[in-house]
């Protein structure tokens, strides 16, 4: 199966990222319906653990969109089983320095680029007659996130990593680490000239820069900004808003 996220990145499109807190595959697969380019299964803050990680990508499946991780930590153990499960992208929190990023990119890759261990037990359906090794260290997204004050004064080291397909800003912690309130949907001018800052630098060495946002609206101003990889919310946070407004509706 080819990585259509990075086909779109290489023809200059972002790409709309759904996000699933709930560990659930009837869920996962009515989400999948919903028009998304990809969805990432949250296992660092989200209620999901390693079986309902792939119960939701065995409901995404049947629907074409590109199924993606958050780890909830960067350590071969658990990259190494969600790419075995089928994630065809890495997002790793609290990715610091060099040597972070490069460890990231090691649990990720087969070798000689990396040191994952071979069992891709879901993930080698997604290959054609046993070709999944021969196209997984090309075909997964390998994005370390960036939030944090001590990740921006690394950010050049970080993003000159060989491996890094894109990085991915957490509003909230960059917010937490700079001595402000934690927050998506950010306006400070000090966040909007680091915004600045990473979409200068990532587009120079053709990599993706993605953001978590509170709303559609800022989610499409951030594409209009640069941005290739925009995530709205999550499920949960989604249902809720609907389901505050149509009570309030409903109530006049």
């Known amino acids: 199966m080819a990585n259509k996220v990075k086909e779109a990145w290489k023809s200059g499109k972002a790409v709309v990222n759904g996000w699933l807190a709930i560990p659930n595959a009837f869920s996962a697969e009515m989400y999948a319906q919903c ?12 209620v999901q653990d390693y079986l309902s990680c792939v119960a939701c990508f065995q409901g995404m499946q049947p629907h074409g969109v590109l199924p993606m991780v958050r780890v909830p930590w960067n350590e071969p153990g658990i990259v190494g089983k969600v790419l075995d499960a089928g994630a065809y992208g890495v ?3 609290m990715v610091n320095t060099e040597a972070e990023a490069r460890a990231l990119v090691q649990y990720a890759k087969y070798p000689p ?3 994952r261990s071979n069992g891709p037990i879901r993930a080698g359906s997604y290959g054609s007659g046993g070709t999944y090794q021969k196209t997984a260290n090309d075909d997964v997204l390998v994005i370390p996130m960036i939030e944090t004050q001590t990740a921006l004064d690394n950010l050049e080291a970080i993003l000159d990593v060989e491996g890094i397909d894109a990085i991915y800003v957490g509003p909230s912690d960059l917010g937490l680490s700079l001595g402000m309130e934690p927050k998506l949907d950010r306006e400070e001018p000090e966040i909007m000239k680091i915004y600045e800052r ?3 630098e990532t587009d120079k060495r053709g990599i993706a820069a ?3 946002n509170g709303t559609p609206e800022y989610a499409n101003k951030m594409i209009k900004m640069g941005f290739k990889l925009v995530t709205i919310l999550n499920d949960v946070g989604l249902m809720v808003n609907a389901a505050k407004s149509a009570v309030k509706i409903a109530r006049g």
């Open 35 to 46: 028009g998304w380019d990809s969805v990432t299964v949250d296992m660092q803050h989200g």
């Open 91 to 93: 997002i790793c929190p």
């Open 113 to 115: 680029k990396g040191t």
């Open 198 to 200: 990473l979409l200068k």
């Open 210 to 212: 993605g953001l978590h």
